[in-house]
């Protein structure tokens, strides 16, 4: 569960920047973006919806997913039966909310702790840290904030090459899809990647999108880790998992 903070002079401001020159900014001009729209405290364990990109604290969303599959915010289906498959931690944010909130780690540290005690249960350990100077730390800042932006999530742990192999006669109407080289989790199944070729290329909903491993014609519930894994190393190009698609018109029985 998120926690509110206030500060006792209600004059919290937030700088990008080392120095006293540059401009300040109130902390509250951020909250639309650094608090849960379900309990409106700063994000705990910070959580996207992959459908939408909404976030949340993770204890928020998962206790509403026990009596609604729709975006808290948007009301978007997240998914018809096993809504929790399609949510994500976001440690950028996280770390973002952090560094922005004081005290804030510190304070859900604390109470971390203090439930863990209360039901005896071990700690969670640590991870480590390594030990640098002030002035490294200072001057790295920049560089390290960058990296960690741009890192790549251990969930995301599938790497596609979406080959597009054409359409049938009658189905004209269609965008190019740019960009075939996708990063995704193992979890994601075959609907989620046509959803996506289908927002990118902007389909009618009349067209129907096939999508095919080595030999196989894909289903829909099938998840890429499974499709990885029985397939084997045919379905693989440099690493890549590959996938062929085509855009043909619906059978009419």
Same mark, same amino acid.
């Given at each position: 569960?998120?926690?509110?903070?206030?500060?006792?002079?209600?004059?919290?401001?937030?700088?990008?920047?080392?120095?006293?020159?540059?401009?300040?900014?109130?902390?509250?001009?951020?909250?639309?973006?650094?608090?849960?729209?379900?309990?409106?405290?700063?994000?705990?364990?910070?959580?996207?919806?992959?459908?939408?990109?909404? $976030?949340?604290?993770?204890?928020?969303?998962?206790?509403?997913?026990?009596?609604?599959?729709?975006?808290? $915010?948007?009301?978007?289906?997240?998914?018809?039966?096993?809504?929790?498959?399609?949510?994500?931690?976001?440690?950028?944010?996280?770390?973002?909310?952090?560094?922005? &909130?004081?005290?804030?780690?510190?304070?859900?540290?604390?109470?971390?702790?203090?439930?863990?005690?209360?039901?005896?249960?071990?700690?969670?350990?640590?991870?480590?840290?390594?030990?640098?100077?002030? &002035? &490294?730390?200072?001057?790295?800042?920049?560089?390290?904030?960058?990296?960690?932006?741009? $890192?790549?999530?251990?969930?995301?742990?599938?790497?596609?090459?979406?080959?597009?192999?054409?359409?049938?006669?009658?189905?004209?109407?269609?965008?190019?899809?740019?960009?075939?080289? #996708?990063?995704?989790?193992?979890?994601?199944?075959?609907?989620?990647?046509?959803?996506?070729?289908?927002?990118?290329?902007?389909?009618?909903?009349?067209?129907? #999108?096939?999508?095919?491993?080595?030999?196989?014609?894909?289903?829909?519930?099938?998840?890429?880790?499974?499709?990885?894994?029985?397939?084997?190393?045919?379905?693989?190009?440099?690493?890549?998992?590959?996938?062929?698609?085509?855009?043909?018109?619906?059978?009419?029985?």
């Amino acid at each position: 569960m998120s926690v509110a903070l206030r500060r006792h002079d209600g004059k919290t401001n937030v700088s990008g920047s080392d120095t006293d020159d540059e401009p300040k900014l109130p902390l509250t001009q951020f909250y639309p973006y650094i608090r849960c729209a379900l309990c409106c405290g700063f994000f705990i364990d910070a959580t996207t919806i992959t459908e939408c990109l909404h $976030t949340f604290c993770k204890s928020c969303i998962v206790k509403h997913f026990f009596y609604s599959n729709r975006c808290p $915010t948007c009301s978007i289906v997240v998914h018809e039966t096993q809504p929790l498959y399609n949510i994500r931690p976001d440690r950028q944010l996280q770390d973002i909310v952090y560094k922005m &909130v004081p005290f804030l780690e510190e304070l859900e540290r604390e109470q971390m702790c203090k439930f863990y005690k209360e039901r005896r249960l071990p700690l969670p350990k640590p991870v480590p840290v390594s030990l640098q100077s002030p &002035v &490294v730390l200072k001057r790295q800042r920049k560089d390290n904030f960058l990296r960690a932006v741009f $890192t790549i999530p251990p969930e995301l742990n599938i790497y596609l090459l979406l080959e597009f192999v054409g359409a049938e006669n009658g189905i004209s109407d269609f965008k190019p899809l740019e960009r075939p080289y #996708v990063c995704v989790s193992g979890e994601a199944t075959i609907r989620h990647v046509e959803l996506f070729i289908r927002r990118k290329m902007e389909l009618s909903p009349m067209c129907q #999108v096939d999508l095919v491993c080595g030999d196989h014609l894909l289903d829909h519930q099938q998840s890429l880790k499974d499709i990885k894994t029985f397939v084997g190393k045919e379905a693989l190009q440099d690493g890549l998992l590959v996938l062929h698609f085509g855009l043909v018109l619906p059978s009419q029985s």
